[in-house]
């Protein structure tokens, strides 16, 4: 399925001046015609990533970038910067990026 925009999420690594703050702040790029691949069943997620999770995602991009966290236009709110999945793995190519987005994991 090709969503319309995504938000790949970075945190920032330049110095805080403050040197008791060490809280990274996020910056939140939208990318437009990024191809997600929902992980349906368990199996296919011990398959790929090596653990269950409740929500887990295969993104493609037609280009090389990096995140952090990657979120969805349609239920992520700017402001609170929240929901955000966390990245398990991303693998860049030559002429493309696949990231692998997770949500929470699933306790036995």
């Known amino acids: 399925m090709i969503r319309p925009a995504i938000y790949l999420i970075k945190s920032?690594?330049?110095k805080n001046s403050d040197p008791l703050n060490h809280v990274k702040p996020l910056i939140a790029t939208k990318y437009y015609g990024a191809r997600i691949t929902a992980l349906n069943g368990s199996?296919?997620?011990?398959?790929?990533?090596?653990?269950q999770y409740d929500k887990s995602w295969v993104i493609r991009l037609n280009?090389?970038?990096?995140?952090?966290?990657?979120?969805?236009?349609?239920?992520?709110?700017?402001?609170?910067?929240?929901?955000?999945?966390?990245?398990?793995?991303?693998?860049?190519?030559r002429n493309r990026t696949t990231i692998y987005a997770v949500g929470t994991v699933v306790k036995p």
């Open 43 to 51: 199996q296919e997620q011990i398959n790929v990533l090596g653990k």
């Open 12 to 14: 920032d690594n330049q």
């Open 63 to 93: 280009c090389p970038e990096t995140a952090d966290y990657v979120a969805f236009e349609d239920e992520y709110n700017e402001k609170t910067q929240s929901p955000k999945y966390s990245v398990k793995q991303l693998r860049t190519h």
